[in-house]
């Protein structure tokens, strides 16, 4: 049997396998305080953050490691409250912008302060990646131009080329449900529906907001431009409601209304993916003609953009939805809901 030694710790009895059940010790140095210091600190060293009462059972496996026999005697005490880092102070509101000369200062309003967070927000959570695509949309606008008067004299609404656009999405995302999800947590979460958001530009031109159409799926293109035509007035006329601009699970932004050919949206949170649409311009395109031989001939073009987190949505993904999505806008036919 190894060497005996004057024990290093002393309370209520109990041996150095007794596996050391009771949740919290008080360690009381006897004899030999300075060896009991030095096993401790190299246990702690080598077992960082571990719970007093795990280190002293270390301390004694050391000693009898090395021939010494200790008789580990603990005390049962009252469980210590975990340590709290001390409370920051909050931080000084920044001082307020002084004016030089020639500028003007305004203060940011609750709307700005909301988006300038959100979108931070956004960009450090999601890794964004810009993929785009070009679509012939000649069909589409031969299309609209037959609609017009009579979708106004019946309706009172104009077949938009974002309602033909919206339309095809909400087709496409049905094979691509991970476009349409979201990441939660450490699980990838999917949906049986569609919840179309469309970002909305808000009379004094100051501000966004991104009412949803809910269900999307359940509408053809005549109730899609209803619904975007009435959200779009509701959120002009500041007469959303709250629980028209929760629950999104996919967005198309449509800047091309002013005449812009592409951008790189910010991705609503917690959404996987947005959708830019351009504007429709006339450009020479090469196309087939009747005889199989390239041709030379003017189309109504737009381009599209995906913007997507790339910790759900891979490129080739992305391309493949781009791609899926062009076809059913460019095969648009009047038979087409």
Same mark, same amino acid.
């Given at each position: 049997?190894?060497?005996?030694?004057?024990?290093?710790?002393?309370?209520?009895?109990? #041996?150095?396998?007794?596996?050391?059940?009771?949740?919290?010790?008080?360690?009381?140095?006897?004899?030999?305080?300075?060896?009991?210091?030095?096993?401790?600190?190299?246990?702690?060293?080598?077992?960082?953050? %571990?719970?007093?009462?795990?280190?002293?059972?270390?301390?004694?496996?050391?000693?009898?490691?090395?021939?010494?026999?200790?008789?580990?005697?603990?005390?049962?005490?009252?469980?210590?409250?975990?340590? %709290?880092?001390?409370?920051?102070?909050?931080?000084?509101?920044?001082?307020?912008?002084?004016?030089?000369?020639?500028?003007?200062?305004?203060?940011?309003?609750?709307?700005?302060?909301?988006?300038?967070?959100?979108?931070?927000?956004?960009?450090?959570? #999601?890794?964004?990646?810009? #993929?785009?695509?070009?679509?012939?949309?000649?069909?589409?606008?031969?299309?609209?131009?037959?609609?017009?008067?009579?979708?106004?004299?019946?309706?009172?609404?104009?077949? %938009?080329?974002?309602?033909?656009?919206?339309?095809?999405?909400?087709?496409?995302?049905?094979?691509?449900?991970?476009?349409?999800?979201?990441?939660?947590?450490?699980?990838?979460?999917?949906?049986?529906?569609?919840?179309?958001?469309?970002?909305?530009?808000?009379?004094?031109?100051?501000?966004?907001?991104?009412?949803?159409?809910?269900?999307?799926?359940?509408?053809?293109?005549?109730?899609?431009?209803?619904?975007?035509?009435?959200?779009?007035?509701?959120?002009?006329?500041?007469?959303?409601?709250? &629980?028209?601009?929760?629950?999104?699970?996919?967005?198309?932004?449509?800047?091309?209304?002013?005449?812009?050919?592409?951008?790189?949206?910010?991705?609503?949170?917690?959404?996987?993916?947005?959708?830019?649409?351009?504007?429709?311009?006339?450009?020479?395109?090469?196309?087939?003609?009747?005889?199989?031989?390239?041709?030379?001939?003017?189309?109504?073009?737009?381009?599209?953009?995906?913007?997507?987190?790339?910790?759900?949505?891979?490129?080739?993904?992305?391309?493949?939805?781009?791609?899926?999505?062009?076809?059913?806008?460019?095969?648009? &036919?009047?038979?087409?809901?």
């Amino acid at each position: 049997m190894g060497k005996e030694v004057m024990p290093l710790f002393k309370a209520a009895a109990a #041996s150095p396998n007794d596996g050391l059940s009771c949740s919290a010790v008080r360690i009381l140095p006897a004899f030999g305080t300075r060896a009991a210091a030095d096993i401790l600190a190299e246990v702690h060293q080598a077992h960082p953050g %571990t719970e007093r009462a795990k280190l002293a059972a270390q301390g004694a496996r050391s000693l009898l490691a090395r021939g010494i026999s200790v008789p580990i005697l603990l005390e049962e005490a009252p469980a210590e409250a975990p340590a %709290t880092a001390p409370q920051a102070a909050p931080a000084a509101a920044p001082a307020p912008a002084q004016a030089q000369e020639g500028e003007n200062v305004e203060p940011m309003s609750a709307m700005r302060k909301g988006i300038a967070e959100h979108m931070r927000r956004s960009l450090d959570t #999601s890794a964004h990646v810009t #993929s785009s695509i070009e679509v012939d949309m000649t069909k589409i606008a031969a299309l609209r131009q037959r609609l017009k008067k009579d979708w106004a004299g019946s309706y009172g609404v104009n077949p %938009t080329f974002l309602a033909f656009v919206a339309r095809a999405v909400v087709d496409t995302l049905k094979d691509y449900p991970w476009i349409n999800g979201e990441i939660r947590g450490d699980s990838i979460v999917t949906r049986n529906y569609v919840n179309l958001g469309f970002a909305v530009e808000l009379a004094d031109g100051k501000g966004l907001i991104v009412p949803v159409v809910r269900n999307a799926e359940t509408l053809n293109l005549l109730g899609m431009a209803k619904a975007i035509a009435d959200i779009a007035q509701r959120a002009r006329d500041k007469q959303l409601l709250p &629980d028209d601009v929760q629950g999104g699970t996919f967005t198309i932004t449509n800047p091309g209304g002013y005449g812009t050919f592409h951008g790189t949206p910010v991705i609503s949170q917690p959404q996987a993916a947005i959708l830019g649409t351009y504007a429709v311009v006339k450009r020479p395109w090469v196309v087939e003609d009747e005889d199989g031989q390239d041709a030379i001939a003017i189309r109504s073009m737009m381009n599209v953009t995906l913007t997507y987190d790339h910790r759900l949505v891979d490129g080739a993904l992305a391309g493949r939805f781009l791609r899926d999505l062009r076809e059913r806008l460019q095969s648009w &036919d009047e038979a087409t809901e």
